[in-house]
């Protein structure tokens, strides 16, 4: 019998000594009531929240468990780094052995540099666009999101307008609106970011139009700018190479977190010769940037990219998934949007303005054993076999056969609520 009394325990004493409870993007105070917000383990594609309840999990840590949680070989590969030296005075070959194998891999990259988060390589991407003709405009999309720093976190607090005082931003996939934002940034535009897709929030995810792409690599070398997309979310997920890719377009720098190393703590800015003595002139640095075993679990990480089937497995389990929730939800008389790539897909329903029928959904999915969101892009990872697939949608099943009896009475999230009014 599903029970969250030892996480509501947890709960109350993170109250006392962890502001808010919680913070940034794992917090749970935009998911459901009841959602769990600690967990004990996880292997594969499940994860145990801490009163032992099991959920098959949609969610992926927010991205980073691609190839399943405690894969062997990236553990093992893991635990002989860490039998020699992890975090130390120096970084090892394994440093140099990984620049080689992202140079490889990645078609626009002749070097690599290595941090812990997502948020890092952004800021990285961000000064190295600034220091390579000294100039200090930066175009964004708008609500794009690239990392909790000042210049880009969601929320205000802390933060001051002049760490935007040099951002410029347009709407995503609107050619001319880039255009009118370069016009605006004349000859001081340093960079252009761009997200592989919009994958936006509390929004259906659109694919990027290749004219939009082609743009924003065109006025960027007109105006001697660096163009960077932002991979953190949707790297290896779209391809085994920059996601832009796919489309023919080939950013000056790009931006990789979450998956690189399978959920052990890593992050690369990668980047072509154009933009090499702007990146060897910053200074940027961290106590554990250059630690070995993330390296080393990263090298096995692309190693399994490269020499499995992974990404196909996942796209077709995505798609069983998408297909499998869209009919169900037809079924019971609900409209579903499931929108972007397979393996990064968002949930929306239609007639839902404050999420409720979403938040309903996912809370009775979860209490049958599946953790999805209803906001945020989900995420497919290899390890999803189609026994996972069948418990999930016997599971989901079953909360969308409970939420239409219950139809009439679910409510909207207070906190949602004031959030999207401020
Ligand atoms: C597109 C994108 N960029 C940057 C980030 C920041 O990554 P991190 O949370 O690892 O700092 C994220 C995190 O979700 C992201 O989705």
Redesign the pocket.
Known sequence: MWSNAKDKALRERAAEVIPGGMY??QSTILMPDDFPQFFTRAEGTRITDADGNVYIDYMCA??PNLLGYGRPEVMEAVARQQALVDTCTGPGPVMVDLAETLVGMISHADWAMFC???????MMALMIARAYRGKRKVLIAKN?????MPW?TPRPAGVVAEDRAHLIYFDYNDTQALADAVKEAGDDLAGIFA??FR?DTFTDQTLPDAEYARTARRLADEHDALLIV?????GFRVARDCSWETIGVRPDLS?W??ILGNGQPI?SLVGNNRAKAAASQIFVTGSFWFSAAPMAAALETLRIIRETDYLEHMQKMGTAFRDGLVRQAADFGFGLRITGPATLPIMLFDDDPDFRIGYGFCQAAMKRGVYLSPYHNMFMNAAMTDNDLTETLDATGAAFEAIKESRASLKPSAVLAALMDA
């Open positions: 940034g993007h927010y991205g812990k988060n997502g948020a890092d390589t952004t794009a999101y690239h990392g909790s880009n997200a592989p994958h932002d991979d953190v979310r949707a931006c977190g979450k992050s």
